[in-house]
C-alpha cells in the first residue's frame, strides 16, 4: 500500500509564507503524479496543484496562481507545496495525493490524511 503523510500545518497571518511536505512510502516515488487538494469548511474538497510524475509540468488552480508553488524531490520521495502571499481564504485541511501513472487512472489514487492551514486576517 501506499502511504502519504503531510507536514503539519501551521496558523500564520494573512501575508505570511508556509511550506507543507508530504512523505510518500511508496516503492518507486516518480511513477506518481503528486497533487495537493484543500478542503475549507462546509465547501468541497478543490484541486490546488499538481506537479507530474517526469517532474516537467505543474498545474495551479487560479486563486494560487503565482502564490504557490508545487515542487518534488524523488530522491528523498517527498512533494512540498510552497506558499506565499497567504490569505485567509486559504485557510482549509490541505491533503496531498497520488496519481499511479502506470496504472493510469482517471482520477487520484492515493490520499494523505490531512494538515489543517489557518491564515488569520
Known amino acids: 500500500q501506499v502511504q502519504l503523510v503531510e507536514s503539519v500545518g501551521g496558523l500564520v497571518q494573512a501575508g505570511g509564507s508556509l511550506r507543507l511536505s508530504c512523505a510518500a512510502s511508496?516503492?518507486?516515488?516518480?511513477?506518481?503524479?503528486m497533487g495537493w487538494f484543500r478542503q475549507a469548511p462546509g465547501k468541497e474538497r478543490e484541486f490546488v496543484a499538481a506537479?507530474?510524475?517526469?517532474?516537467?509540468?505543474?498545474r495551479y488552480t487560479d486563486s494560487v496562481q503565482a502564490r504557490f508553488t508545487i515542487s518534488r524531490d524523488d530522491a528523498r520521495k517527498m512533494v512540498y507545496l510552497q506558499m506565499n502571499t497567504l490569505k485567509p481564504e486559504d485557510t482549509a485541511v490541505y491533503y496531498c495525493?497520488?496519481?499511479?501513472?502506470?496504472?493510469?487512472?482517471?482520477?487520484?489514487?492515493?490520499w494523505g490524511q490531512g494538515t489543517q492551514v489557518t491564515v488569520s486576517s
Open positions: 495525493a497520488a496519481d499511479d501513472a502506470v496504472l493510469d487512472t482517471p482520477e487520484y489514487d492515493y
Open positions: 511508496v516503492r518507486s516515488f516518480n511513477r506518481y503524479t
Open positions: 506537479i507530474s510524475w517526469t517532474g516537467i509540468s505543474t
